[in-house]
């Protein structure tokens, strides 16, 4: 666990030594849970986004994109419940003024009792070797099977309260499970509450007549409103799916862990429409399609795991979270949703438009049904950092930081180095970086000696670096070195453009991965 936590304070440092993130004004001490992305963030922000954009809409067909506005009209949020409904219970501690969302100092207690049976179970393996029956085991260990139940018991519990709105139920489960402040060990709590997590603000121009509006707590709604603009110029026929890529902001109770969760972030999101009664079929098939994509990335399969909810929200028949293996432990990084044919339904009612789907196979209309995919950008970004950041022994003995970006996502895809700053060498260092910058993001870079310049872009995260030397002068040819292996190659520059293809394309990393 120490290790972890210095991993994610290592992540932490990294992304600001390295230009990934600022704390947002942080001239001014910053604001909490507001961050800023620097000048290899921006870079690495879009290529996830472009990663995603291309999956969704180049190579699916019937799937199209959208860019809505942040700014709706405030009857959208009563149609999908979020006036009423978007709701976190947060409870304080008395002694220490520390503020939690209830559920999740509860989530939290059944989740060391699933790290307890998994660090037995895992135990058993190791003595039974290849005879090993984890399931039997599971049945029949009574250590296992008591923390497997309990936290079984206590999350259906937890469902059940937060369903029937029973706060008071939240508070005593708390308070019988013994579940004491994080951070100082009290217990003394107040009441459980709600709090809306929408951020309010005004449009027009004099306070009399200014609208309360709220800023979009989800990109989704902007998608369910425009279903028919795009259904219809767009001549789409179900099944067919809406993306868009947009911020999303939230007044988190607990905003912490670093960008994981923040007052302002960016979400990715596709709203599939399909016809009543086949959702759960679509539903299984975008848990799996969207669980190869993050595989497609080499991050480490063993660092996802399907979440299937206990807790439904108000919308869904059907949610799963596809969970990342955070420095933090387990955590949501994508959900996805089969949200019935509930927002299309409200928005009718709110509106009065008809928002239905002639079938001509069927010969009616209906309101189509809805699977949601949604992932965090943010979140995103935050576990290709903390897979990827890496501290290397070599063999002469000397340690390396290298970020194993996956080289589709790296910011800068190709350094180019002279080997010295003289002898017409950055010359022909900088002819190549203007061959190359039409198709690649490249650098140039001449300071200090070579191997320092190595250690920069590893900890960058830079796939290749060719170096330019006085053998360049007289061949045309110049080294390549590979990041993640440290091999060099002598290579012609007239292959370098085939090369960094080969590596960082779009094509390459995902074609093993696209159904
Ligand atoms: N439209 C459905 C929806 O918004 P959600 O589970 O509330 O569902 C979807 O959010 C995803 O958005 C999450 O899986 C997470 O990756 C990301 N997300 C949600 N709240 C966030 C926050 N405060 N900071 C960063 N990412 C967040």
Redesign the pocket.
Known sequence: MAKQEDLFKNVISHAKEYGYIFASSEIYDGLSAVYDYGQNGAELKNNIKEYWWRSMTQLHQNIVGLDAAILMHPTTWKASGHVDAFNDPLIDNKDSKKRYRADVLVEDHAEKLLQKAEKEIAKAKKRFGDDFDEEMYKETNPRVKRYLGERKEILERLAKSLTNEDLADVKALIEELEIADPETGSRNWTEVRQFNLMFGTKLGASAESATQLYLRP???QGIFVNFLNVQKTGRMKIPFGIAQIGK?F?N?IV?RQF?????E?E?M?MQFFVRPGEELEWYEKWKETRLKWHKSLGLGEENYRLHDHEKLAHYANAAA?IEFDFPFGFK????I?SRTDFDLKAHEEFSGKKLRFYDPELKENYVPYVI?T???L??MFLSVLSATLKEEELEDGNTRTVLKLPAVLAPTKAAILPLVKKDGLPEMAQKIVDELKWDFKVQYDEKDAIGRRYRRQDAVGTPLCITVDHESLEDNSVTVRFRDSMEQKRVPITELESIIRKETDFKTWMKDFAE
Do not use: C, K, N, V
């Open positions: 989800e990109t989704a999303a939230r988190e905003a960008i994981f969760r923040m007052r972030f979400q999101e979270d949501e990084l994508e959900g949703h949601e949604s992932i965090g943010d979140r």
